[in-house]
């Protein structure tokens, strides 16, 4: 997977308008830096840009969720980043940008999308990651994210199934970096049941020796250690990505964060099933009874959203 550099200087910020997904190669290596501070922001910046990366979702799909209205209305305190937007889609003068209100900035930019002297790509790629996340609505973002409904791809659907099991694991392994989720939360979600039902031989034997070289060396073998010794993307290759949305992400990360309403512990795939589900299938299982009193370490701390 391939993602993009962001190179923001002098308040203009611009990012290359190279082709993604398949048509990538290796000389096109990306790294989106984020200014953001660590938390849910940061988190689905970096998700947003996986996405367009491997081909999930793309610019027009954005902007097909944000027309340039909502773009430019969302940055009505932003005169500079409008006309950051406005001056190289529709080629107004920088002065003259800068004094368009939001929503004539809005017109304009929708009148050169629609007469072709812009497209998608351009106003994508101009629109900041921190700023799209800074600026537009949370919870229709996670719906842009969400709406192929990736997790559900089936095996046999091999490329799009590949890009789902990659951008599973990039979620679990940022929402991890961002404290969105610790590593107790994600293993209590799949259950050590699920673990030995669908794990290999081979990574149960990479668990057991990991936790007797800890205990021949007085350390402690938790639900870190496990993650390290099968990470995220040994998880998605053996365990039912439906399995770890329903269990994981969609409990843990969007609901706890107010990303999608109803009850956490529903399965969101379950109620949103179109035919594409991964066929595996799996035990559900409550575990609020089994959950300790015992605070976490600093490393188990949770960010919430604001």
């Not at 200087?9 to 984020?34: A, C, F, H, I, Y």
């Not at 089936?154 to 099991?165: C, G, L, S, V």
């Not at 057991?208 to 938790?222: C, D």
């Not at 529903?266 to 991964?278: L, Q, Y």
């Amino acid at each position: 997977m391939t993602t993009r550099t962001v190179l923001a200087e002098e308040g203009e910020r611009t990012m290359s308008n190279k082709k993604r997904n398949n048509e990538t190669n290796d000389e096109m290596v990306w790294e989106l830096e984020s200014t953001l501070e660590p938390g849910m922001l940061r988190f689905m910046a970096h998700v947003i840009e996986s996405g367009l990366n491997i081909g999930l979702r793309t610019d027009e799909d954005f902007i097909r969720h944000f027309t340039p209205m909502d773009i430019m209305m969302g940055l009505s305190e932003r005169p500079d980043l409008r006309a950051n937007i406005l001056v190289p889609t529709t080629g107004v003068r920088a002065k003259i940008a800068s004094k368009k209100s939001a929503e004539a900035a809005g017109n304009d930019l929708q009148i050169a999308l629609d007469e072709g002297e812009t497209d998608a790509t351009l106003i994508v790629s101009l629109f900041h990651p921190d700023d799209r996340v800074r600026y537009l609505d949370k919870a229709r973002l996670w719906n842009y994210i969400t709406e192929p409904k990736f997790w559900m791809y089936k095996r046999e659907q091999r490329a799009e199934h590949d890009n789902a099991k990659s951008h599973v694991a990039f979620i679990i392994d940022h929402a991890i970096e961002e404290r969105l989720v610790t590593h107790r939360e994600i293993i209590e979600g799949i259950t050590v049941s699920n673990l030995v039902k669908h794990l290999p031989t081979t990574e149960i034997q990479a668990i057991l020796e990991g936790v007797l070289s800890n205990a021949h060396a007085n350390k402690p073998f938790g639900e870190q250690e496990l993650l390290e010794a099968v990470p995220s993307k040994q998880l998605v290759e053996h365990l039912p990505l439906t399995m770890i949305w329903d269990q994981v992400i969609n409990p843990q990360v969007a609901a706890r964060n107010g990303l999608v309403t109803g009850p956490a512990t529903e399965s969101f795939s379950a109620s949103t099933s179109n035919g594409r589900n991964d066929s595996s299938s799996w035990n559900k299982k409550d575990n609020k009874d089994n959950k300790s009193d015992e605070s976490s370490s600093d490393d188990d701390k949770v960010y919430y959203a604001a």
